[in-house]
């Protein structure tokens, strides 16, 4: 529990009128915003039950991924080039999103489970981690990957 400091708390002049000041960073998760507390933790009340954050936008891209693989392993396409320019997108977003492949398998689970932690977002996925899965882990634990 972090304790407030001079710093965090004014008092008006006349005294009515306390304003504490609470650090904390609004993330978008899908299609909704949650609040991350300054330890990188999701603020989650007390009293509200756990509810799976399931992340639509991490999913969908998960999906793209694993899809995106099997067309390539069947035989289907010959490269990503390929690839891409059937799905009429472009080659450097096919190349990122397919990498979701190679994540670990209890981290997908965990992520379509919605138990991924509150700091593990897509972007940060994009721009690359470790192809080891016992890395991807410990990057998982340390700071979301």
Request: contains cysteine; aromatic residues 6%; hydrophobic residues 45%.
């Amino acid at each position: 529990m972090m304790r407030a400091t001079a710093n965090d708390v004014e008092v008006s002049p006349d005294g009515s009128t306390v304003t504490v000041r609470v650090p904390m960073q609004f993330r978008r998760r899908g299609c909704r915003k949650v609040v991350i507390a300054p330890g990188g933790t999701q603020v989650q009340p007390h009293w509200a039950p756990q509810w799976p954050r399931v992340d639509s936008t991490l999913v969908r891209a998960l999906a793209r991924a694993f899809r995106w693989q099997a067309m390539l392993d069947g035989g289907r396409f010959n490269t990503v080039s390929e690839l891409a320019k059937a799905e009429k997108l472009d080659i450097s977003y096919v190349a990122h999103t397919i990498r979701l492949a190679l994540l670990a398998p209890d981290l997908v689970e965990a992520i379509l489970d919605g138990k991924q932690p509150a700091t593990m977002q897509l972007q940060p996925l994009m721009r690359g981690f470790p192809v080891e899965w016992e890395r991807q882990r410990a990057g998982v634990s340390q700071q979301g990957l």
